[in-house]
């Protein structure tokens, strides 16, 4: 089977065990909360970043709020998400760039959301994806492990993100893409694990090209 011809059932499949495709992020539709929810799920759980968000908005509810607060303030709210102070940093820096630069408003294209700190390529297809509909992969932990282990790119070996990016951009329908990942992780948590994936149990088994078990 042919890269392309994988990747659909892949998609197909997935889709059919998870037809509803939503962030783990509860950030109620705001392209900022995502932006901030985003950054500070870095080495940190979705279900923590969920928790402490709680208050983060409701002390800083808006872009305007965070780009004026002290980043120890932010810091204090932020802790038990690790790296606190880059991560405070850079929410108020990022804030504060989308006040100046984009009248507030969260850019919709690759190369202004790289401009933000703390943003690179994960994030942006993140709200590339989810907030703008447009094409995009999030090659995150579970998609990378993924896509690798089922043989849709890194001949079984974990790429890079950036060239699992690349690879999966170029043989998942567009369309498809960024529910795509979100189902990875879905898929990547109850039956894909990174130590112990459930193979026997798997709807994937038939086509995937190292499964570990039968």
């Not at 799920?41 to 968000?53: I, L, P, Y």
């Not at 002390?59 to 998400?81: G, H, L, N, R, T």
């Amino acid at each position: 089977m042919n890269k392309k011809k994988l990747a659909a059932a892949v998609a197909d499949r997935l889709k059919n065990k998870y037809p509803d495709a939503l962030c783990s992020l509860f950030y109620e539709g705001d392209p900022w909360r995502l932006l901030v929810m985003g950054r500070l799920s870095a080495q940190c759980t979705d279900e923590r970043v969920n928790v402490v968000c709680k208050d983060l908005f409701e002390k800083f509810p808006d872009v305007y709020a965070m780009a004026e607060a002290e980043q120890d303030e932010i810091a204090k709210y932020i802790f038990s998400c690790g790296l606190y102070n880059s991560k405070a940093r850079d929410l108020k820096g990022m804030s504060q760039r989308i006040v100046t630069e984009y009248g507030g408003k969260v850019p919709d294209n690759m190369e202004d959301l790289l401009t933000l700190p703390g943003v690179g390529r994960k994030i942006a297809n993140l709200i590339l994806g989810d907030i703008f509909n447009k094409p995009a992969v999030v090659a995150d932990t579970h998609c990378i492990r993924i896509s690798a282990r089922i043989g849709l790119c890194g001949d079984g070996k974990p790429l890079s993100p950036e060239k699992t990016e690349k690879a999966l951009s170029a043989i998942v329908e567009p369309s498809e893409q960024a529910a795509l990942c979100h189902r990875f992780v879905m898929f990547g948590r109850e039956v894909c694990c990174a130590r112990s994936p459930h193979c026997s149990e798997c709807i994937l088994s038939d086509i995937c090209e190292n499964r570990i078990d039968t």
